[in-house]
């Protein structure tokens, strides 16, 4: 079974309201509410791409059963921890320009932690975890590379996609893969990533540095992914951008539904920009059926 893991996930929002004005009453022209977190969007995806995996992480309260019950909806499996509060709304408002107010993460307890981390310890050889976004500061930074290092005892294929401490820390516990995207990158090393070479060249010291194999994502410039032997490089499609949210997330399911069924990793990097790009052309997250449609546009080159 795959598994994702998210730690802080929300229920988003989404608004447009036309003609805002600061410090008046104004109307929302059109409203939705989503499940929001980027293993909960791995999850999603992987729903839409035909393969099956198990939602983790914590919730609560009555937000936290909307995004239980819509995941219900979508027949994505679920087994949250729930916790006290109530999960955290995010509030994404499009006016002119896209104004964000994420609200404040639920608590987690230590106690929490442990049935996280007792929750894991079933997970069987054949398994895979997606460790996705961010940690409350609250928490430790390293918890993802606790959670790395109990899982490569029974060498459980473990994907991380998250930045900053969380992922340097994660890093030393060698996982099987990182996905940083260009901002992601340039932080880690405190270098500028101009294109795909440079890219490759970090993603290669991220792989001294502890990471089995790393893809990067460049939004419209390319993706690269580096393996222990191969390097290779991707051209995206072309098309009309239309929401690059989660275009990441679909990147990770992309890459993790054919990885899973073929084992090519030439193949599960193709498939991955393909399925992130379907993603950022369309309204909500790809589907099979516009990843296939991709596939031959995406070229791929050794490097
Ligand atoms: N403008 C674009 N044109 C074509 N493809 C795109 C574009 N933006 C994103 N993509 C596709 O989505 C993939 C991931 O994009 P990006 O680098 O923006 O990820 P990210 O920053 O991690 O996103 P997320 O917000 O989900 O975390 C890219 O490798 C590419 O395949
Ligand atoms: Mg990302």
């Keep these: 079974m795959i598994y994702t893991v998210t730690i802080n996930p929300s229920v988003d929002c989404l608004m447009e309201v036309e003609n805002f004005h600061l410090g008046k009453t104004n109307r929302a022209s059109t409203q939705k509410m989503v ?69 404040k993460a639920q608590e987690i307890s230590n106690e929490h932690i442990q049935k996280l981390l007792i929750q894991l310890d079933e997970l069987k050889s054949e398994d895979l975890l997606i460790l996705s976004g961010s940690l409350p500061s609250t928490l430790p930074a390293d918890l993802y590379n606790t959670i790395i290092n109990r899982l490569n005892e029974k060498n459980i294929y473990v994907c991380v996609d998250t930045s900053g401490e969380p992922l340097k ?39 001294a540095d502890g990471a089995r194999h790393v893809l990067v994502s460049m939004g419209g410039e390319g993706a690269a992914l580096v393996t222990k032997n191969e390097s290779y490089k991707a051209a995206v499609p072309k098309g009309t951008l239309i929401n690059s949210v989660g275009a990441g997330d679909s990147m990770v399911a992309g ?11 030439e193949e599960a990097f193709k498939y991955s920009v393909a399925a992130g790009s379907a993603t950022a052309f369309s309204n909500g997250f790809c589907s099979a059926e516009d990843v296939e449609k991709l596939l031959p546009e995406v070229l791929i080159e050794k490097v």
């Design 35 to 103: 499940p929001g977190g980027k293993g909960i969007n791995v999850s999603r995806v992987l729903k839409n791409l035909g393969t099956r995996s198990e939602a983790l992480g914590f919730i609560g309260g009555f937000t936290g059963a909307f995004i239980k019950d819509e995941l219900e909806k979508e027949s994505v499996f679920s087994s949250f921890i729930e916790t006290e509060g109530n999960t955290r709304i995010n509030v994404k408002m499009k006016t002119d320009t896209e104004t964000e107010i994420n609200g």
């Design 255 to 265: 890459f993790i539904h054919i990885l899973t069924q073929s084992g090519s990793l």
């Design 169 to 207: 820390a994660a890093m030393k516990a060698s996982p099987y893969m990182i996905k940083p995207n260009q901002a992601e990158l340039e932080q880690l090393y405190e270098e500028n990533v101009k294109n795909l070479d440079d890219a490759v060249k970090l993603a290669r010291k991220a792989m």
